[in-house]
């Protein structure tokens, strides 16, 4: 077994028990104790879990999800860097999908070109497209989920199946070479998947303090995913692993 596969599977056990002991990951890998006890060691150092006596527990800090207006306010000037850049990905007469989110709902400020259609479950991104004469938008339906201001819910996802789009533009709140694209909200999981096999192109929208990091819920694997956009704080050593796994990395 790889190593990427090991470390993986590490992460699926603490998924679903939210503990392990070193014994049983020996067992279950099945490898040595030395190389359990070091890729123990760099999940700890990407901040995916907290090791312990004799084993490893969840990173929790990483399944917290501060309060929209919180949101707001990390990384602003970042979040604005990046939606402006990912707006320049967009043709005239495209069709998008624009998820809820801090970052996703900055490219709307910078929608420059014409007939566009925009299918959204934002909440706060309504009235900022009802400025724009040039944007056709649908609403998805939903009920609105108060921490993401997102539309969420079967209605949601029924729209989102019968909808297609050119690109989607999502949210996210970890990105990980292992665990793929992540989110604490299991309530968001099955909306954000939908919008992948929606579109045409997937661009994640994120912040470089989203690299590494793993929440709860999984989303995607890395592959399913075209580009990401995100600021110049990404280290390139860091953004290249990226690019040889297919993704594009839009930073510049």
């Not at 043709?91 to 070109?113: A, H, P």
């Not at 479950?121 to 938008?137: E, M, P, Y």
């Not at 989110?183 to 994120?206: G, L, Y």
């Amino acid at each position: 077994m790889f190593a990427e596969e090991r470390r993986r599977r590490i992460l699926d056990i603490l998924q679903n028990q939210h503990r392990v002991t070193v014994n049983q990951l020996i067992e279950d890998l099945p490898v040595s104790e030395a190389t359990v006890r070091r890729d123990l060691q760099d999940l700890e150092q990407q901040g995916s879990l907290k090791r312990t006596r004799g084993g490893a527990i969840l990173n929790n800090t990483n399944n917290f999800e501060p309060p929209y207006p919180q949101k707001e306010v990390l990384a602003s000037e970042e979040k604005e860097y990046i939606g402006q850049l990912a707006a320049t990905y967009i043709n005239d007469g495209d069709t998008l999908i624009i998820d809820s989110g801090t970052t996703t709902l900055q490219i709307i400020s910078y929608l420059t070109q014409k007939n566009l259609t925009v299918i959204t479950n934002s909440v706060c991104a309504i009235k900022a497209l009802s400025l724009n004469s040039d944007i056709k938008f649908i609403v998805t339906g939903g009920y609105n989920r108060y921490h993401s201001r997102s539309l969420v819910g079967d209605w949601t996802l029924t729209m989102l199946k019968h909808l297609h789009a050119n690109k989607v533009f999502l949210g996210v709140d970890g990105i990980d070479l292992i665990y793929g694209f992540t989110t604490p909200s299991i309530e968001e999981v099955a909306i954000k998947q939908q919008m992948i096999q929606s579109a045409d192109e997937v661009f994640v929208i994120a912040d470089s303090s989203k690299f590494s990091k793993v929440t709860l819920n999984k989303i995607a694997e890395i592959e399913k995913v075209d580009y990401i956009v995100t600021d110049t704080k990404l280290p390139p050593s860091l953004a290249e692993k990226y690019v040889s796994r297919g993704i594009t990395i839009i930073n510049q």
